[in-house]
């Protein structure tokens, strides 16, 4: 693997090029002898680290017969000086390639690494179904950092007796301590939801398990950590949702009508998940219409902290209803990565997550995931 020069805008990639230009026209020009020699040698080193294998040989060579033509002219073929300055422009030639061969080592490293990410991702937050008990569903992940993958935010859903339950969560922190308790939230998440009859009491036996579990989590995460989380329960036969806010982002119904986006904050939030030790019971569970056609849209502040270049929080229901309505949780999903990713104009810096669930006006049978949403532009 070489260096990948079509990431690189294409006067970056042109550069080597001027700058052998640059050397040879000054050499030929300039009374003194090879003033224009570092200039060859940037352009072999530069080479090495733009470009694919083949251009950095076809830059050497053209360094090499530029300075044959040269000494040529000069008549000092031959000579001590003409030898030297062949072995000086050989040398440069040869760095740029050895340079080239270890950004390429260098990158199927980092490959492999990211592989083994992508598996890591896939084992920690699979794909949801993309229909489930008459509703549509569509998930998407987003690192703060590409080359990480996995962090502290993770959703799930699980179809129970009590009808279809969702969790989203954002981890305190970030790291290999954050990813562990997402793992062991995610866990005892898919566990329990079939246990618990009630969505509160769901709540508290999460908080048990994480309490139980702290010792293995990273002393940060034991002393200071918490988890916000928001669990959502579609219960059968019924049009509406049920939720249970621990200490997270409320969720936002865009209305199927084409009516817009509303949030849907807590009366009484309760205190992240990890926080039991306070003593504060959790809050009730609110029940909302949750009507055909409707979509819910679960978010971590990934979103709702997403800065654009003046320091402004992004807001979804701003941002959102002038894109509405939409067809489904899939649109929905690649409509509100696409708009942050407009927004913040570059790199996030903080994990997002993203689940919508769309009620279905005539639930039909279960259907593949639904496809991801288009790669974050910033990212």
């Not at 609110?286 to 055909?292: A, Y």
């Amino acid at each position: 693997m070489a260096p990948r020069s079509a990431q690189w805008p294409p006067y970056v990639r042109l550069a080597p090029w001027l700058l052998i230009v640059g050397g040879l026209v000054w050499d030929a020009l300039d009374p003194a002898d090879y003033w224009g020699d570092p200039m060859l040698a940037a352009a072999a080193v530069l080479a090495g680290a733009l470009l694919p294998l083949r251009d950095v040989v076809a830059v050497a060579l053209a360094n090499v017969a530029g300075i044959l033509v040269l000494s040529a002219r000069d008549g000092s073929i031959g000579t001590g000086s003409g030898y030297l300055e062949l072995v000086n422009t050989a040398f440069a030639a040869l760095l740029g390639i050895g340079v080239n061969r270890l950004l390429a080592r260098h990158g199927r490293r980092l490959e492999r690494v990211r592989s083994v990410a992508e598996a890591a991702q896939r084992a920690v937050l699979p794909e949801p179904p993309g229909r489930v008990a008459g509703l549509e569903v569509a998930a998407c992940y987003r690192a703060a950092l590409d080359e990480a993958l996995i962090g502290g935010d993770a959703y799930a859903l699980q179809a129970t007796p009590y009808g279809v339950r969702v969790l989203i969560a954002d981890v305190r922190g970030k790291g290999l301590h954050a990813v562990g308790a997402v793992s062991v939230l995610l866990g005892a998440f898919r566990e329990l939801a079939h246990r618990e009859p009630d969505l509160a009491g769901l709540a508290e036996a999460l908080e048990r398990t994480l309490a139980r579990e702290s010792a293995g989590l990273g002393e940060e995460l034991r002393l200071e950590g918490f988890i916000t989380a928001l669990l959502v329960e579609f219960p059968p036969g019924e049009a509406v949702a049920r939720t249970v806010d621990c200490g997270h982002p409320g969720p936002y119904l865009l209305d199927g009508g084409g009516a817009g986006v509303s949030r849907w904050d807590a009366a009484d939030p309760g205190l992240p998940l990890g926080m039991g030790a306070l003593g504060a019971g959790r809050p009730e569970v609110e029940t909302r219409p949750f009507p055909p056609g409707s979509t819910l849209l679960l978010v971590t502040d990934g979103v709702t902290e997403a800065r654009d270049a003046a320091g402004e929080f992004y807001d979804p229901v701003r941002g959102l209803a002038p894109l509405g309505p939409f067809a489904g949780a899939g649109q929905a999903v690649a409509a509100l990565v696409a708009d942050v990713a407009r927004w913040t104009g570059g790199p996030r810096d903080d994990d997002m997550a993203v689940l919508a669930v769309t009620r279905l006006r005539r639930p039909g049978p279960a259907a593949p995931a639904a496809p991801a949403a288009p790669v974050d532009p910033a990212g």
